[in-house]
């Protein structure tokens, strides 16, 4: 099997790129400082996201929901959930206080066994701060922590690139992409599975058995399906196709551990595989019963060309390449004694035939009519099918090529829940484009290249429309606890959607006292404070004066009744509509409620500040024929 290390080739074949290509030469800084520089933008970029639409809580990027309440170790140190369903990320962030399921946080996750097989970073997360003193994970550290092997996985790319003669700007294409930044900034572990993942495939390329056992086996723990690619190295390994440090054999030799076990111990079947070509065609014209003979007896002879490699290993070589395969199925049959099933069992409905996810996806979005959804889905395809054919046209140059093309074969067998995020990004893109990123030396094809770029370049835009107008602020225990969300999803009534129908809107609505320290804002300063925007909770009672009554459900989208506010200036001119608050419990007639709305505060200044019921898809109470909305006269302090 030829190497992929050949300085001739590569330099040659730079000199032949196009002038377009060459001008990305300049910025070859070394991959430690470019490392170094990825993770401090991306901590700094995090901070600025956290400041400004969480008020500053790291907890809060994990998005964690009412829905499935808040272990009680989190409760203690007083964090408490930001909207009412929750994401995946918090479930991650909960195993990290909890790694092997023996307290309650498992209670609070949506299929312990699923998410549990993932534990890599939540294992790793806690491991370090335990080592360091702390009795719960901080949040800020975890994503400390993704960060560092994120960058960490950049820079082993951008050294590999510029060892071969390639610009570390071209690792953006997969580092800037819209599912990399977009998951890495909630906690999720797709953009360090990818870092992972490039790490692996490198060590195994240089032949660096101690930088790729432990890469591969966090790989296996961040994700289960890498499984597959360790799995596929350590059997390559065995027939002789990886040259680790401290193997031996050459091109020509046919010495691997396989080969000669078989030969041992097998010696009348070794002696019947077909070793040498049985066909000789001198000067004979090249005819189609020609080629069909030839392609038959290499077929005969491909059982020996697997098997027989041209390097052999030592017993060390196949202890350590069994191990993350190993701590894979041991952590599964954890996972089974503790939940008796595994992830695998609970979460089967997440396969489907080959590519047909992102048929039925294509299908939705067009028969909705959403162009956005449309030009995604294809351009993901595109990518995926790109991404196949630079890996495939790299088998003949490297045996590492079959294993990363079995976890692409495994991909297309996903269904749209690993495929497509609602907000569109495709989340499964990410090893696709480090792969085509890792191997753009040797597969330099235009539209590899307008694919990195296109991501490069799409991928910040994309985030920045995903993230831009959001404003999240905590629930406090009386939403916390009214809305009944300690892992007991609340039955829907049968009337949920109201059927369109307009509520009735006779009612009123008063503040409780507000204290003066409640408008000061959190006065935070610092390095984020330029990015930091404050958030503060009212008191409001509102009382039903009518004759039906103010339902909670549904919590959020059409017909849901709000309390909601207003910001105005001292002369009346609108400035903006502000955030919803959702019921915490439905309002009969006659009945008051008292809850806090939650406000964005603004800039400094003086403001007029008016709350009112608000129901979607129709108007404010006030404008309805309802009682007026309170207004306050206000000092906001917005940003100190």
């Given at each position: 099997?030829?190497?992929?290390?050949?300085?001739?080739?590569?330099?040659a074949r730079r000199?032949?790129?196009?002038?377009?290509?060459?001008?990305?030469?300049?910025a070859?800084?070394?991959?430690?400082w470019?490392?170094?520089?990825?993770?401090?933008?991306?901590?700094?970029?995090?901070?600025?996201?956290?400041?400004?639409?969480?008020?500053?809580?790291w907890?809060?990027?994990?998005?964690?929901?009412?829905?499935?309440g808040?272990?009680?170790?989190?409760?203690?140190k007083?964090?408490?959930?930001?909207?009412?369903?929750?994401?995946?990320p918090?479930f991650?962030?909960?195993?990290?206080?909890?790694?092997?399921?023996?307290?309650?946080?498992?209670?609070?996750i949506?299929?312990?066994?699923?998410?549990?097989?993932r534990?890599?970073?939540?294992?790793?997360?806690?491991?370090?701060s335990?080592?360091l003193?702390?009795?719960i994970?901080?949040?800020?550290?975890?994503h400390?922590?993704q960060?560092?092997?994120?960058?960490?996985?950049?820079?082993?790319?951008?050294?590999w690139l510029?060892?071969?003669?390639?610009?570390?700007?071209?690792?953006y294409?997969?580092?800037?992409?819209?599912?990399?930044?977009?998951g890495?900034?909630a906690?999720?572990p797709?953009?360090?599975?990818?870092?992972?993942?490039?790490?692996?495939?490198?060590?195994?390329?240089?032949?660096?058995?101690?930088?790729?056992?432990?890469?591969?086996t966090?790989?296996?723990l961040v994700r289960e399906?890498?499984?597959i690619?360790?799995?596929?190295?350590?059997?390559i390994?065995?027939?002789?196709?990886?040259?680790?440090?401290?193997?031996?054999?050459?091109?020509?030799?046919?010495c691997?551990?396989?080969?000669?076990?078989?030969?041992?111990?097998?010696?009348?079947?070794?002696?019947?595989?077909?070793?040498?070509?049985?066909?000789?065609?001198?000067?004979?014209?090249?005819?189609?019963?020609?080629?069909?003979?030839?392609?038959l007896?290499?077929?005969?002879?491909?059982?020996?060309?697997?098997?027989?490699?041209?390097?052999?290993?030592?017993?060390?070589?196949?202890?350590?390449?069994?191990?993350?395969?190993?701590?894979l199925?041991?952590?599964?049959?954890?996972?089974?004694?503790?939940?008796?099933?595994t992830?695998?069992?609970?979460?089967?409905h997440?396969?489907?035939?080959?590519?047909?996810?992102?048929?039925?996806?294509?299908?939705?979005?067009?028969?909705?009519?959403?162009l956005?959804?449309?030009?995604?889905?294809?351009?993901?395809?595109a990518i995926?099918?790109?991404?196949?054919?630079v890996?495939?046209?790299?088998?003949?140059?490297?045996?590492?090529?079959?294993?990363?093309?079995?976890?692409?074969?495994?991909?297309?067998?996903?269904?749209?829940?690993?495929?497509?995020?609602?907000?569109g990004?495709?989340?499964?893109?990410?090893?696709?484009?480090?792969?085509?990123?890792?191997?753009?030396?040797?597969?330099?094809?235009?539209?590899?290249?307008?694919l990195?770029?296109?991501a490069?370049?799409?991928?910040?835009?994309?985030n920045?429309?995903?993230?831009?107008?959001q404003?999240?602020?905590?629930?406090?225990?009386?939403?916390r606890t009214?809305?009944?969300?300690?892992?007991?999803?609340?039955?829907?009534?049968?009337?949920l959607?109201?059927?369109?129908?307009?509520?009735n809107?006779?009612?009123h609505?008063?503040?409780?006292?507000?204290?003066?320290?409640?408008?000061?804002g959190?006065?935070?300063?610092?390095?984020?404070?330029?990015?930091?925007?404050?958030?503060?909770?009212?008191p409001?009672?509102?009382?039903?004066?009518g004759?039906?009554t103010?339902?909670n459900?549904?919590r959020?989208?059409?017909?849901?009744?709000?309390?909601?506010?207003?910001?105005?200036?001292?002369?009346?001119?609108?400035?903006?509509?502000?955030?919803?608050?959702?019921?915490?419990?439905?309002?009969?007639p006659g009945?008051?409620?008292?809850?806090?709305?939650?406000?964005?505060?603004?800039?400094?200044?003086?403001?007029?500040?008016?709350?009112?019921l608000?129901?979607?898809?129709?108007?404010?109470?006030?404008?309805?024929?309802?009682?007026?909305?309170?207004?306050?006269?206000v000092?906001?302090?917005?940003?100190?």
């Open positions: 099997m030829a190497t992929i290390n050949c300085a001739d080739e590569i330099h000199r032949r790129l196009a002038p377009a290509h060459v001008i990305l030469q300049v070859r800084v070394p991959a430690i470019h490392g170094a520089l990825v993770g401090c933008v991306l901590y700094v970029a995090m901070g600025i996201y956290a400041h400004h639409t969480y008020q500053g809580s907890f809060a990027l994990f998005q964690p929901g009412l829905r499935f808040v272990p009680a170790l989190e409760l203690s007083g964090l408490r959930p930001y909207w009412e369903g929750g994401w995946d918090m991650y962030y909960y195993q990290s206080n909890d790694p092997f399921a023996r307290t309650d946080a498992w209670k609070h949506d299929r312990p066994p699923y998410r549990y097989q534990i890599g970073v939540p294992l790793l997360a806690w491991a370090s335990r080592l003193g702390y009795d994970t901080p949040p800020r550290f975890y400390l922590i960060i560092v092997l994120v960058a960490a996985g950049f820079a082993v790319l951008a050294e510029n060892q071969h003669g390639y610009s570390s700007l071209w690792g294409g997969w580092l800037a992409s819209t599912g990399v930044v977009y890495l900034f906690g999720m797709d953009a360090v599975g990818d870092a992972l993942f490039i790490t692996a495939i490198i060590a195994a390329l240089r032949g660096r058995l101690w930088l790729y056992v432990p890469a591969a966090l790989l296996c399906a890498y499984g690619f360790a799995a596929a190295i350590f059997a390994s065995i027939c002789g196709h990886v040259r680790w440090a401290g193997s031996w054999g050459g091109r020509d030799q046919h691997s551990l396989a080969g000669r076990s078989l030969e041992r111990f097998f010696p009348r079947l070794y002696t019947l595989l077909p070793k040498s070509p049985s066909l000789r065609f001198e000067d004979s014209p090249v005819t189609w019963p020609r080629r069909i003979l030839e392609g007896d290499k077929l005969l002879r491909l059982p020996f060309r697997i098997l027989c490699g041209p390097y052999a290993i030592g017993l060390r070589h196949v202890l350590a390449l069994a191990v993350p395969c190993a701590v199925f041991g952590w599964q049959m954890y996972v089974r004694s503790r939940f008796g099933q992830g695998s069992e609970v979460s089967g997440i396969l489907d035939w080959p590519l047909i996810a992102i048929w039925k996806e294509f299908k939705t979005a067009v028969a909705m009519q959403w956005r959804e449309v030009v995604l889905k294809e351009v993901g395809l995926f099918m790109c991404g196949i054919a890996v495939w046209g790299m088998r003949r140059r490297t045996a590492i090529a079959w294993p990363i093309l079995c976890y692409f074969v495994l991909l297309t067998l996903m269904s749209s829940t690993v495929w497509f995020e609602s907000s990004y495709m989340k499964a893109m990410g090893s696709v484009l480090a792969a085509m990123a890792l191997f753009l030396p040797w597969q330099n094809h235009w539209l590899v290249r307008c990195l770029v296109g490069a370049l799409h991928g910040p835009y994309d920045y429309r995903l993230k831009k107008d404003f999240l602020m905590p629930f406090d225990e009386q939403q009214q809305y009944n969300g300690d892992h007991k999803l609340r039955p829907l009534p049968d009337d959607f109201m059927k369109g129908k307009l509520a809107f006779s009612g609505v008063a503040v409780g006292t507000v204290p003066d320290d409640l408008w000061k959190d006065g935070y300063a610092g390095v984020f404070s330029f990015a930091h925007r404050a958030g503060i909770q009212i409001v009672t509102i009382t039903n004066h004759a039906e103010w339902k459900w549904p959020e989208g059409m017909n849901s009744i709000n309390l909601c506010y207003v910001w105005l200036t001292p002369d009346g001119q609108w400035l903006n509509t502000g955030l919803r608050t959702p019921l915490v419990r439905p309002v009969a009945e008051s409620l008292t809850q806090h709305v939650r406000v964005q505060v603004p800039a400094p200044g003086r403001y007029k500040l008016r709350i009112g608000l129901q979607e898809g129709y108007d404010f109470f006030a404008n309805l024929g309802g009682e007026q909305m309170l207004e306050l006269d000092v906001a302090p917005g940003r100190e």
